[in-house]
């Protein structure tokens, strides 16, 4: 009896309803989350007439749900400090793998895999543009963001340096001033290059830049024997003195079965490796230590072997530099500089102890805005550089990563530097309602809703990224209330209907018996 299906269809669609807002309120501290929203619309009519004038009467079947739509207005972002956090301020989905099928989130509360692959709570990759040497590459196919963790940054070499340094011009022909700047090689050693200025005429200095090389040795251990090498390079014709910071011991074992530790003696600019090993020799002989030995080979390598033998510190050398090492500063009136005109290129150190290629330097004489970076005016103070700066850097340790307003994700190490490791990227479809939603605060795309195009945060009306943040519900605690008491008083009004015409029929069957 249509008596008893009309309101049917109404509980029916009142439950169905209800159980929109339940799960609404069910979802409101779900991160990401956005409310839905149940419609009706009235079912088929039945044609009974028409009226005189022609009207037609008809009669209604009852109801139905029309759309269950999903409101997809950015929930309130809040921060977490957290690095694998993220959240969309504006239109747009996060892209998760899901197999080789894509999936779109508006729930940032992402994790690490642990072979560090950024992840969706539910273990689904997040997807963006892959990087290669720090460079993003946003022409390319999406693919998973994987954070080098427990990875090393690997070293480069200094290539450009700069001092910003005034120069006394009232200070006499001959004296001199310096300036000292770090620079690294291919393998991340650093050393301290000076720039030593020399005053040669009025408005006039030379400079001569040397980079001391500290040679660290290469040791080895065989039979109870110790093996140390120090490789002074191919020529092997020119050492330092011993390096006074580190001040390089070697201790051994006496015929009395004590112990000895030497200072090696300081070596005489333009000796040969084997002249100082001699020397080296007699400095051990004379201390009473037995067992050791100093020699050296045609390569330039110091080698000390001996048993019971250990050594601290280190030794140093001046590396060769190329012709560009030295030259002449001219100054106009002003203290300007006019000469060179230009960078100096060219300036290379070769030999490394270390064996790290042969270090090429270009020194910036000029800064952005073309004013140079040396200058010379009366100065009573220190000539020392007020700034510094070079482009190399060690290698270093991953450390954490961060997740910037376009999507970048930049990965920290602990040598300072910093290096993109890919582009989160955001999603758009034509029409959001037609997003099917497959659980876990994720949307699979359909026919109704398009193709989602993807693209850079902050493009393209794609709205932006706001990194170690979340995004919370969207859903309005007040107005689910007052759907619920609207709910309520329409499926209890059903009920009535229903009971209503229970008790019509009972009576009409009573009349019948």
């Known amino acids: 009896m249509a008596s008893f299906y009309i309101p049917l269809t109404g509980l029916n669609a009142d439950s169905k309803a209800l159980n929109t807002i339940a799960n609404n309120l069910s979802n409101m501290n779900t991160t990401g989350f956005k409310a839905q929203t149940t419609s009706f619309s009235d079912l088929l009519y039945q044609q009974m007439g028409t009226e005189g004038s022609g009207n037609a009467i008809q009669v209604g079947s009852g109801v139905q749900v029309a759309a269950n739509t999903t409101d997809f207005s950015s929930g309130s972002i809040s921060s977490t400090g957290l690095s694998t956090n993220a959240a969309i301020n504006g239109s747009g989905f996060f892209v998760l793998d899901a197999g080789g099928e894509q999936l779109y989130t508006r729930n940032g509360n992402f994790q690490l895999s642990s072979d560090g692959v950024l ?37 480069s070499a200094t290539t450009n340096f700069s001092l910003t340094q005034n120069l006394n011009s009232a200070a006499a022909i001959g004296d001199t001033a310096t300036g000292q700047v770090k620079v690294y090689d291919s393998l991340g050693n650093s050393y301290e290059a000076t720039v030593t200025y020399t005053k ?18 290469n040791s080895s251990y065989a039979g109870g024997v110790s093996t140390i090498h120090y490789n002074f390079g191919s020529s092997g014709a020119t050492l330092a003195t011993v390096n006074p910071a580190t001040n390089l011991t070697i201790t051994g074992q006496t015929a009395s079965g004590g112990t000895a530790t030497i200072t090696p003696p300081t070596a005489t600019a333009g000796e040969t490796v084997s002249a100082y090993a001699t020397a080296l020799q007699n400095a051990i002989t004379a201390a009473g230590i037995t067992g050791v030995t100093a020699s050296s080979s045609a390569g330039g390598q110091l080698t000390i072997t001996g048993t019971n033998l250990s050594t601290t510190g280190s030794v140093i050398q001046d590396p060769v530099a190329s012709a560009s090492a030295s030259g002449s500063l001219t100054f106009d009136a002003s203290g300007n500089l006019v000469s060179p005109a230009a960078d100096v290129s060219g300036i290379s150190f070769a030999g490394l102890s270390d064996g790290a290629a042969t270090m090429t330097l270009n020194w910036q ?23 510094t700066s070079q482009n190399g850097y060690a290698s270093g340790q991953y450390q954490d990563f961060s997740i910037g307003s376009d999507g970048t994700v930049t990965a920290s190490y602990s040598n300072g530097e910093t290096q993109d490791v890919g582009q989160l990227v955001i999603a758009t479809v034509n029409n959001e309602q037609g997003l099917q939603a497959v659980g876990s605060s994720e949307y699979a795309a359909t026919t109704a809703s398009g193709s989602a195009s993807v693209g850079v945060a902050g493009s393209g009306g794609r709205g932006t990224i706001e990194g170690s943040s979340l995004e919370a519900s969207n859903v309005n605690i007040s107005s689910e209330f007052s759907n619920l008491i609207i709910a309520q008083r329409a499926f209890e009004a059903n009920s009535k209907a229903v009971t209503t015409f229970d008790t019509v029929t009972q009576d009409t069957i009573n009349m019948i018996h």
């Open 119 to 155: 992840e969706s709570a539910d273990g689904r990759a997040v997807m963006g543009y892959g990087a290669t040497n720090g460079t993003v590459n946003t022409a390319g196919s999406l693919s998973d963001i994987t954070i080098p963790v427990g990875q090393v940054m690997k070293p």
């Open 200 to 217: 040669t005429g009025t408005n006039a200095w030379s400079y001569n830049i040397s980079m001391p090389d500290t040679l660290g040795a």
């Open 365 to 387: 004489l000029f800064g952005s805005n073309g004013a140079g970076d040396l200058s010379q005016t009366v100065n009573s103070g220190s000539s020392a550089p007020s700034s």
